[in-house]
């Protein structure tokens, strides 16, 4: 993060465009920063509950996972969604001594910006999958693989600041596709949409067949709705109060 940091000073310097361009990427930071430690806090450990629960091959446990990585897809998405379409407001809010061609950079920025939303998310996902598995060399690279993605080609990239937002989400791509990747390698997780549980008996709540382990499986995932509230309650504080 911090070579990102020093390219960008390098190739920009300081000034109304930069300024701008760490305006607009304030929030979609800090929501990383939040799923991040909802991550670590929440999903290590429930995957680790489930794979001793279910059985590490088991359907049910590969059908809980995909569909966590689905939600999470799904309801980042929403949300970047929505940030991008208020947009300008919002930087209004938060740099309200920019002036307006500034706030109209900074909003074309941020729109950009959110598509790392769901990208980091999903990521963030697929290393607690990892850690849980005990795979830790994949998720200690991951933000190495983003950041010196980012940095390569911003570096060799062009002049204009809105490339600097372009090459943090296709870092972000790369970093996602990385972890995707490894977790495939390891054999810790293939993911699909939706996986059709089979019978199989050795799998407490699974055994009475689809019906069993549909409910099973949703009120696994009602539960860790949960147990996020209070662990991206506690972590908003800081990025609030900044």
């Known amino acids: ?23 607009a990427a304030r929030i979609p930071l800090g929501l990383a920063v939040l799923v991040t430690t909802g991550a670590n806090q929440v999903l290590v450990p429930t995957f680790s509950t489930w794979s001793v629960q279910y059985g590490s091959a088991s359907r049910i446990f590969q059908q809980l996972r995909c569909r966590v990585i689905t939600a999470a897809g799904l309801i980042s998405a929403v949300l970047a969604v929505l940030l991008a379409a208020t947009a300008r407001p919002i930087m209004q809010i938060t740099a309200p001594g920019c002036a307006d061609a500034q706030l109209d950079l900074a909003a074309d ?18 290393r607690a999958v990892l850690n849980s598995a005990r795979s830790f060399v994949a998720p200690a690279m991951m933000h190495v693989l983003l950041n010196g993605v980012a940095a ?13 937002a372009t090459a943090y989400v296709i870092g972000c791509v790369g970093q996602l596709v990385f972890l995707d990747l490894a977790a495939r390698f ?12 089979r019978r199989d008996r050795r799998v407490p ?3 009475g067949g689809q019906a069993d382990a549909d409910g099973s499986s949703n009120q696994e995932l009602s539960d860790l709705s949960r147990r996020l509230v209070r662990p991206f309650a506690a972590a908003g504080m800081n990025p609030l109060a900044r």
Do not use: C, H, N, Q
Request: charged content about 20%; proline content about 4%.
């Open 1 to 23: 993060g911090l070579l990102f940091d020093i390219v960008i000073a390098a190739r920009y310097g300081k000034g109304r465009e930069t300024d701008a361009f760490f305006a």
């Open 205 to 207: 709540g699974v055994s």
């Open 152 to 164: 390569a080609l911003v570096y060799w990239g062009t002049r204009d600041i809105r490339w600097v």
């Open 109 to 126: 920025l941020m729109r950009t910006l959110v598509i790392a939303i769901p990208l980091v998310t999903l990521a963030e996902v697929y």
């Open 186 to 197: 390891t054999r810790s997780l293939a993911f699909s949409p939706r996986l059709p549980v």
